[in-house]
Structure formats: C-alpha cells, structure tokens
C-alpha cells in the first residue's frame, strides 16, 4: 500500500539555523499539508500547497517558514531560522481529489 | 472559523468493554467531514472513521463507531470490546468539503485500557 514518507525521523538543530523537512507524498495525490504539533498538544494546520503553489496558511506559517515541490516528488518544509518554539512534530499529509489526507510518520523537530 | 471541542482529556476502560469518547464542533457550513484518528505512542496519525455530514447514518468500521449528531453537531466515537493496542491518542477532526480541505483537530483524548 503507498504511504506517505518523511524524513528525517528526528532532527536536533541549534536555535537560529535553518531546517529543511523532506516529504515525499504519495505519487498520484495533489494536495500536499503541513501540520505540526507541539508535544501534548493538538495537531494544527500550517500551510497546504496545490498546482505549485501556497492556497492557504496559517498565522503560523510566517516568513520564517516556506514550503516547496522541488522535482514532483518530495515536498519540503523550510524554517529559516529556528526558535526553540519551533520543537515540535512535523506532519505531511497529501490526499487525492476527494479522498482522504494520509499522513507521513512525522519528524521530530528539537531546537536547542 | 471552525473549532473542535474534546471535553476529556483522559479516559480508560476495561479491556473487552465498550467506551465512548466524546466530541463537538462547531461550524456554519452544512457540506463537511468529521474524523477520529489514532495517535499510538509512535506519533504517526492514523485515520479510524470517517463521517459526511450529509450522510444520516452513523459510520462503522468493525468495532469502531460514530453516533453523529447533527443538529446537536456533536460526534462521539464508540469503541467495542476494546482491546490492548487501543490504547493511545484520539483526535476528533473536522474538514470543509470545499476549498484546501484542511483539517482542524481536537485537542484529543488518550485512552488507557486496563487489562
């Protein structure tokens, strides 16, 4: 069965770097999210991207963040410079034309 | 904006009993989706139900139920004869069936089952 893939697994990074999350979403979907969750908290949307291009963020998603769709497979989630409040798990989802999301294993994002 | 309400942060259960884990939204549209996903203590978010809002009937998957109130606009899962790899976070979440279909979550429920 496809599945969505992320990777790293988990990534540590000092505060002020810049991150890269890799995504690579299942091959025949066209909606592409980003979602994170901050430990013990709720799952919270940060930006979905459709044809190429950003349709819709959140008041998350600032200018520190940027998503990509490099080559037609992977799906990227930058963060320019880290704070320590980006730690977090970082979600994928893709989904087809009126399917569901399906989510990637996540990454673990800690920033020290 | 549309918002999604778990009242119980906690919940346990027998193993082999039925539990119910509560939820309610909030929205203005009538054209949407409502879900449970399991977040097992590896993370990885897996989707256990799914209900449209225009559908009247309660959606099944084997011992995972929904009892969908509409008018009410709650939606509350109900797990039968619970079982060991139950256990885990249970996020209630809610789409639109238009625009980026983006989904807003519960703030969730973590279920314990007791053997």
């Known amino acids: 069965e496809p599945e969505v893939t992320q990777t790293p697994s988990h990534q540590v990074t000092q505060m002020g770097q810049e991150v890269i999350l890799r995504c690579v979403p299942i091959?025949?979907?066209?909606?592409f999210y980003w979602y994170r969750q901050i430990l013990g908290q709720k799952v919270e949307f940060l930006v979905s991207f459709y044809n190429n291009e950003i349709s819709e963020k959140s008041e998350i998603f600032d200018d520190q963040f940027s998503v990509e769709r490099p080559d037609g497979s992977n799906f990227t989630l930058k963060i320019r410079s880290t704070k320590l409040e980006d730690s977090a798990m970082y979600f994928c989802?893709?989904?087809?034309?009126?399917?569901?999301?399906?989510f990637g294993p996540g990454t673990r994002l800690t920033v020290t | 904006a549309q918002t999604v309400t778990q009242s119980q942060p906690e919940m346990s259960v027998q193993e082999a009993e039925t539990v119910t884990l509560s939820c309610t939204y909030d929205t203005s549209e009538s054209d949407y989706y409502l879900f449970w996903y399991k977040q097992p203590p590896s993370r990885q978010m897996i989707l256990v139900i799914r209900?449209?809002?225009?559908?009247?009937q309660n959606a099944t998957e084997n011992r995972f139920s929904v009892n969908f109130q509409k008018a009410a606009k709650s939606f509350s899962l109900k797990i039968s004869d619970s079982q060991l790899g139950d256990a885990a976070m249970y996020f209630c979440?809610?789409?639109?069936?238009?625009?980026?279909?983006?989904?807003?979550f519960g703030t969730g429920t973590r279920l314990t089952i007791i053997p």
């Open positions: 091959s025949n979907h066209l909606y």
């Open positions: 979440a809610y789409r639109n069936n238009f625009g980026n279909e983006k989904l807003t």
């Open positions: 209900q449209e809002a225009y559908k009247q």
């Open positions: 989802a893709s989904k087809a034309v009126s399917y569901e999301q399906y």
